[in-house]
Structures are given as C-alpha cells and as structure tokens.
T-cell receptor, first 114, second 118 residues
Framework: DTGVSQDPRHKITKRGQNVTFRCDPI?????LYWYRQTLGQGPEFLTY????????KSRLLSDRFSAERPKGSFSTLEIQRTEQGDSAMYLC????????????FGPGTRLLVL | GENVEQHPSTLSVQEGDSAVIKCTYS??????FPWYKQELGKGPQLIID?????GEKKDQRIAVTLNKTAKHFSLHITETQPEDSAVYFC?????????????????FGKGTKLSVKP
C-alpha cells in the first residue's frame, strides 16, 4: 500500500499525559498537513509542512501541540498535558505542490483522553 | 476567513435514485473545491474535485457543478448503490502560487450522511 499511513490507529490516554502520533506521507509528496476531526464535524486544519519547513499553523494549535517533519519525510504530532477536549480523530494528508495539487488523507489516529 | 456550509446534513435515498448535496462558500478568492467520502473509522477519500476555471466535471456516476457567481457548488450522484452510503464532505481552498505553488489548507463543511436503501 503506497498511501498515507498513520500510527497508532487508536490511542487511549489519561488526562495530563503526553502523546505522539506519526504520519508517513506518500513517498514523493513534499507537502504534509495535519487536521483534527471531532464527532459529527468536518476536519479542521491544524498545520502544514512543505518539505521540513512548517509554513502555517492554525490558531487551534495551542502551545501544548507541536509538530515536526525533521527530514521532510514522516511527521510527528505531539500533544503535551492532554485534556479531555483533545479527544478527536487526528488526520494527516499529503500532496505534491503544483497547479494540480490534491490532498490525500491517511486513516487517522483516534485519540481518547480519559 | 472562509466558511463552508453544507446541506443537507442527512440524506436517505432508494437504490437507483439520484442524490444531490449542496455547499456554499463565503470567500470569493476560493478556487479549489474537492469532495471527500468518509466511511466509518476511515480517513476521507477524495472522490472528485473541481477548480474555478470550469463549471462542471463528471466522473462516471459522480458529477460536480460550480457556480462562482453564487458561490455554491454541488455533488451529484446518479444511480446510487448501497456502497455509496457514507458521510460526504465538501471543502474549499485558495490555490495560488505562494511558497512556490500552494494549495491552502482545506476548509470543510460539516458533512452529509448519505444512506442508500436497497
């Protein structure tokens, strides 16, 4: 399978713990996006990378959230001191920049904070 | 900023009927409009998209129309099948040439749950 992959698929944690998610984009894609989706809502943009540079961050991305893409390939999203309101599906998408850019999503990581 | 509204929130049709989902957007600078299908427990899957230089695009049983003047776009599914049952999301973004060619982040509608009854 050469699509976007995410790990883990599910994560249950206790409030106050730190969690880290990983996204592996489609291999030739230089752009990588993180979105968050809560129940009954559409995905909401969090941040995106072009190669290793983080170019845009949403105001939804509080200082407890940090994302990296150190070598311009896979990316990690870390949430520190998790809160119950962080419970959501975290989606990663990748794309190849250009006129016909299209974002392809991974299966998501479902986070439950108890 | 951009705001995308999507209607209806739920839609139930008989197998073989057509289904239409409508979205409106607020930012006239938006020029890229994809539609995604999301099945339970899975990530969104792109099914069709349209850019603002065309008014209509078709791919087999799926078509999308765009009215830039009215700032709305619609998804049309003909000859619906039970496997079309899912949540469908519309989205809008501004695609430009910032950062060496850029598609801005996608702004999504709230989704339409389509049920196709056999």
């Amino acid at each position: 399978d050469t699509g976007v992959s995410q790990d883990p698929r599910h994560k249950i944690t206790k409030r106050g713990q730190n969690v880290t998610f990983r996204c592996d984009p489609i291999s030739e894609h230089n752009r990588l996006y993180w979105y968050r989706q809560t129940l009954g809502q559409g995905p909401e943009f969090l941040t995106y990378f072009q190669n290793e540079a983080q170019l845009e961050k949403s105001r939804l991305l509080s200082d407890r959230f940090s994302a990296e893409r150190p070598k311009g390939s896979f990316s990690t999203l870390e949430i520190q001191r998790t809160e119950q309101g962080d419970s959501a599906m975290y989606l990663c998408a990748s794309s190849l920049s250009g006129r016909e850019e299209t974002q392809y999503f991974g299966p998501g990581t479902r986070l439950l904070v108890l | 900023g951009e705001n995308v509204e999507q209607h209806p929130s739920t839609l139930s049709v008989q197998e073989g009927d057509s289904a239409v989902i409508k979205c409106t957007y607020s930012d006239s600078a938006s020029n890229y409009f994809p539609w995604y299908k999301q099945e339970l427990g899975k990530g969104p899957q792109l099914i069709i998209d349209i850019r603002s230089n065309v008014g209509e695009k078709k791919d087999q049983r799926i078509a999308v129309t765009l009215n830039k003047t009215a700032k709305h776009f619609s998804l049309h599914i003909t000859e619906t099948q039970p496997e079309d049952s899912a949540v469908y999301f519309c989205a809008a973004s501004i695609s430009g040439w910032n950062y060496g060619g850029s598609q801005g982040n996608l702004i999504f509608g709230k989704g339409t749950k389509l049920s196709v009854k056999p």
